[in-house]
């Protein structure tokens, strides 16, 4: 005699679709961490060319026509440099290695790659080099990711020239860092966008520069800001803090 039956029914719908999702992050991950490691080898050679075509244009200073190609070569290593640096520091998990370093240093680290593009773009860069006991524990690597974005952002804002002024002040606990263009400056609505990954107004641009740059003053602690007018220019400052992240 049957008395009754019990019926469980479960629906496993959710389940599977959260296991599908997983399964697609999982490879997404994978991706971005075989992108990173190809990023990371084409990274060295890179840099071999990039050194290499410095000395031949050094070598060609008096030759207008072959100095012009070296000059393509060392822009072109630069540019490839540059990318490949960003989309590292986007795809993999940001760790700070953090050291002392004065901040004349740091401006002394970027000096090279601004001048090159200021003179290709014919814009007029001045660095102020600030005292050498000015000094900041961070990891200065990515401050200088952090400043050659700012410095390239300005660099590329500017009409023929026009100037980018780089400089630092300081706090009794902090470090402010200016990058102030003549730019064409931007709109408020936006100045309001500027940090969002992807968003960018120029043929070919990642629109990850300022996204990365706020990821890693964030990262240290920090605070950055814009102030922006339409026709006059911009001015980006990063606030450090001396003794770095969470002391
Ligand atoms: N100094 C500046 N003056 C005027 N506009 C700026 C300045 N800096 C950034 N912007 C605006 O913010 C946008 C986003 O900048 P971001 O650096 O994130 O990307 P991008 O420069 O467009 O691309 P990428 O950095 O990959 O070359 C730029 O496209 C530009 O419109
Ligand atoms: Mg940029």
New binding site residues.
């Given amino acids: 005699n049957i008395l009754g039956a019990i019926c469980n029914l479960r629906d496993i719908t959710e389940i599977r679709r959260l296991e599908k999702r997983l399964q697609s992050h999982e490879r997404l991950a994978a991706l971005g961490e075989m992108a990173a490691s190809v990023a990371h080898e084409i990274r060295n050679p890179l840099g071999t060319i990039e050194g290499f075509a410095r000395l031949l244009r050094r070598d060609l200073a008096d030759m207008p026509a072959p100095l012009q190609l070296a000059e393509r070569i060392v822009a072109g290593a630069q540019n490839l440099n540059?990318?490949i640096t960003?989309l590292l520091t986007y795809a993999r998990p940001m760790r700070l290695m953090t050291t002392d370093i004065p901040v004349a240093t740091l401006f002394e680290y970027c000096r090279e790659t601004l001048e090159d593009r200021a003179s290709r773009a014919n814009v007029s860069l001045t660095i102020e080099f600030p005292s050498p006991s000015m000094s900041l524990r961070c990891d200065h690597r990515q401050v200088m990711q952090a400043l050659l974005?700012?410095g390239?952002?300005?660099i590329?804002?500017c009409q023929p020239s026009q100037t980018v002024h780089i400089s630092a002040t300081q706090r009794p606990a902090s470090v402010i860092l200016h990058?102030r263009?003549t730019?064409?400056?931007?709109p408020p609505d936006?100045v309001a966008?500027?940090?969002?990954?992807f968003?960018?107004?120029?043929e070919?641009?990642?629109?990850?520069?300022?996204?990365?740059?706020r990821k890693i003053i964030d990262m240290h602690g920090g605070d950055i800001a814009?102030a922006?007018v339409p026709g006059e220019?911009?001015e980006?400052t990063i606030e450090l803090a001396k003794k770095g992240v969470g002391e």
């Fill in positions: 540059y990318v960003n974005n700012l390239i952002n300005a590329e804002a990058i263009d730019g064409c400056g931007m936006q966008k500027v940090f969002d990954p968003f960018t107004t120029k070919g641009g990642t629109g990850l520069g300022l996204s990365l740059t814009v922006s220019g911009t980006f």
